[in-house]
T-cell receptor, first 115, second 114 residues
């Protein structure tokens, strides 16, 4: 079965600093999803990557998938307190030919931003 | 907000009891997936319902069961509760098609088993 390892487990940064979160897969990634979660709440979709070398950006967040499709990174530029939360990477685990993909998640990276 | 709602928001049960959690999917979505998220862990896939049929199951025992109704809302039932069942239960709805389909998550139900 596929396993996703995220690093670091937690991160504390000063407001305005840049940061990077990594997600490494035990198998080739065919679809890699990044979600943000406020403590104890639901997941908010950020971005999805499929192709080797793909890079997507939304506001100050950039996600990349490496050429070998086994590692992804999430980079936040000029962090703000609103970026605080838990960042989760998820991968398409299986598809039965019906319904939707079933996702496997990493354990998450807890980000705190100090004003 | 995603339009996916879950009830109740919090629940406290004792070992051995049974619990039913509910999920109302986003309008137009025909697939509901359930995930269990223990404290400090990522969500783990329990099962998925597509057009009222179970469509895939994770590594969870049979005492975890579910239903999907004609309006695509869904229930998760857990029998013979154990302490380790304490977790945040998330449902996600989506519109099934081949390839990428974004899953919209509800706010979750926090279950505490004493």
């Amino acid at each position: 079965s596929q396993e996703l390892e995220q690093s670091p487990q937690s991160l504390i940064v000063q407001e305005g600093k840049n940061l990077t979160i990594n997600c490494t897969s035990s198998k080739t990634l065919y679809g890699l999803y990044w979600y943000k979660q406020k403590y104890g709440e639901g997941l908010i979709f950020l971005m999805m990557l499929q192709k080797g070398g793909e890079e997507k950006s939304h506001e100050k967040i950039t996600a990349k998938l490496d050429e070998k499709k086994q590692q992804s990174s999430l980079h936040i530029t000029a962090s703000q307190p609103s970026h605080a939360g838990i960042y989760l990477c998820g991968a398409d685990n299986s598809y039965s030919g019906a319904g939707s993909y079933q996702l496997t998640f990493g354990k998450g990276t807890k980000l705190s931003v100090i004003p | 907000e995603t339009g996916v709602t879950q009830s109740p928001t919090h629940l406290i049960k004792t070992r051995g009891q049974q619990v039913t959690l509910r999920c109302s999917s986003q309008s137009g979505h025909n697939t509901v997936s359930w995930y269990q998220q223990a404290l400090g862990q990522g969500p783990q896939f329990i099962f998925q319902y597509y057009r009222e049929e179970e469509n895939g199951r994770g590594n969870f025992p049979p005492r975890f069961s579910g239903l999907q109704f004609p309006n695509y809302s869904s229930e998760l039932n857990v029998n013979a509760l154990e302490l380790d069942d304490s977790a945040l239960y998330l449902c996600a709805s989506s519109l099934a098609n081949r390839g990428f389909n974004e899953q919209f998550f509800g706010p979750g139900t926090r279950l505490t088993v004493l």
